[in-house]
């Protein structure tokens, strides 16, 4: 019989994803029946994964449950968007009030002053916010702005960096990005990024960055790296943009406060909706007031939905009655305590796995060589992504299929618990053929040199 040892990874990911199509026949017919109306079945590509995603009806709290009847662990949360969890009651209840006053008022109301207003205060650089509909459209404003601002065109971004659908530095397909004339630098490269923006004075127009790569990795940007955007920005004239729509739930005050670094523009999006589509970007009152429609040089920023009636109640609801400052700690430390788990279980079992991130933001990546940049993140094998995916998806986990994961509010204790025994049943059984796979193992032995990993 065939064991796991002389399987490749690429025939187990395949064996796994053969239990995963019986498991899930609603699905799969839901899924070809969607074809028909939507190209892949869906609207948004992060949801696709082969053979073909389960559709979800229903979430409560931290779970999650899908046409099979098959209940999970949500520890994606919509990419780090349910931070609430899937039913929090201050937020349901915020968003049913809002339904009962009226939607699409279209004229300023009290929530979003008061939403506007404690975003002010949370988030030290941000002086003056706007409201938009999505975090991509938050960083196209943003990108604008400094455009607009400074006269020149050029935008610094980072390889590994997304920040939405036509700002996206992910991957080799870069066909439907805004045509910015994009300058792409590797992350974490402080000297290289200094020479990059002290090159261009007159032609760059801002840098943006996320603070941690989130999509790219999870992996935190070093203080030098964002230190060196900081001050040759500022030596330069050019704007310093943080992508924020990830990484503002690490800190009460986002990842700027903790690294005691501060953007002149900073985007956000996801979580601080309280669920709800939503996008923003703010900062230095001198760059935002350039959206006073009472100044004769005002320019202009439109949106039908941008101070929606439910986003407005439900982010407002959230970033003040749920997400205090010691609750956003409390999330963070249960965060850093679950990787720290995660990456004891692959240490103790001699698996090449690490778990990248910070605080509730994690990823997990099949490799030993440390992961410091996009490109380092090509060291695991897409075969072992698919593979732990699959696993984890039959095990009633719901994570990304590029591993990654990240903590809500709704996870107590015991689904932490569940999760690291979970992978430590999925390293034991795969550390072998993930062990044979990784780079080092194919240039120097075959797989039965391993000494890794327990038969299944
Ligand atoms: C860092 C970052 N920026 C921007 C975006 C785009 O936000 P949205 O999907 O709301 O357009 C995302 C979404 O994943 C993101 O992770």
Redesign the pocket.
């Given at each position: 019989m065939t064991t796991v040892q002389t399987r490749t990874l690429q025939e187990l990911a395949t064996d796994a994803a053969t239990r995963y199509a019986a498991a899930n026949p609603a699905s799969e017919a839901s899924f070809e029946r969607s074809t028909r109306f939507l190209p892949g079945a869906d609207t948004r590509t992060v949801n696709h994964y082969a053979p073909f995603p389960v559709t979800i009806v229903r979430g409560v709290g931290a779970r999650l449950y899908d046409l099979d009847g098959h209940e999970y662990v949500d520890f994606l949360n919509d990419?780090t968007a349910g931070l609430y969890g899937h039913s929090n009651p201050t937020i349901q209840a915020a968003i049913a009030g809002a339904a009962k006053d009226g939607l699409t008022l279209g004229g300023p109301t009290p929530n979003q002053q008061r939403f506007a207003e404690l975003i002010c205060g949370r988030f030290p650089s941000v002086e003056r916010v706007r409201f938009t509909n999505?975090?991509?459209e938050a960083?196209l404003m943003a990108v604008s702005l400094a455009r607009a601002v400074t006269g020149r065109g050029g935008v610094l971004v980072f390889d590994g960096g997304?920040?939405?659908g036509p700002l996206t530095f992910t991957g080799p397909d870069r066909r439907l990005n805004v045509p910015f004339p994009w300058v792409v630098g590797q992350y974490n490269d402080a000297e290289a990024a200094r020479s990059m923006i002290e090159e261009q004075p007159d032609r760059l127009a801002c840098v943006l960055v996320?603070p941690m790569l989130?999509?790219g990795g999870c992996i935190p940007g070093t203080r030098a790296f964002l230190g060196a955007l900081r001050d040759a920005t500022q030596r330069s004239g050019a704007l310093l943009i943080f992508?924020e729509?990830?990484t503002s739930r690490l800190a009460p005050g986002g990842l700027q406060e903790v690294l005691g670094i501060h953007a002149d523009l900073t985007t956000f999006?996801?979580y601080l909706g309280g669920g709800a589509s939503f996008?923003a970007f703010g900062g230095r009152a001198e760059l935002m007031d350039r959206f006073d429609p009472r100044r004769p040089d005002h320019f202009s920023h439109a949106g039908t939905h941008n101070n929606n009636a439910l986003t407005m109640a439900a982010g407002l609801a959230g970033l003040r009655d749920v997400l205090t400052p010691a609750t956003v700690r409390r999330l963070n430390d249960r965060g850093d305590a679950l990787r720290d788990a995660l990456n004891g279980v692959a240490a103790r079992l001699h698996v090449p796995a690490l778990v990248t991130g910070r605080g509730s933001i994690m990823t997990v990546h099949f490799q030993r060589a440390p992961v410091r940049c996009h490109g380092d993140t090509a060291a695991t094998p897409q075969a072992a992504r698919d593979l732990f995916h699959l696993e984890m998806l039959l095990a009633g986990f719901w994570i990304a299929r590029r591993g990654f994961m990240s903590v809500s509010l709704a996870h107590d204790d015991q689904d932490c618990d569940r999760l690291v025994a979970a992978f430590e049943v999925f390293l034991e059984r795969y550390g072998t053929a993930i062990e044979s796979a990784s780079p080092r193992a194919r240039s120097t032995a075959g797989p039965s040199r391993s000494p890794y990993g327990r038969h299944p």
């Open positions: 990419h999505s975090g991509t960083n997304y920040h939405g996320e989130g999509g992508d729509v990830q999006g996801k996008g």
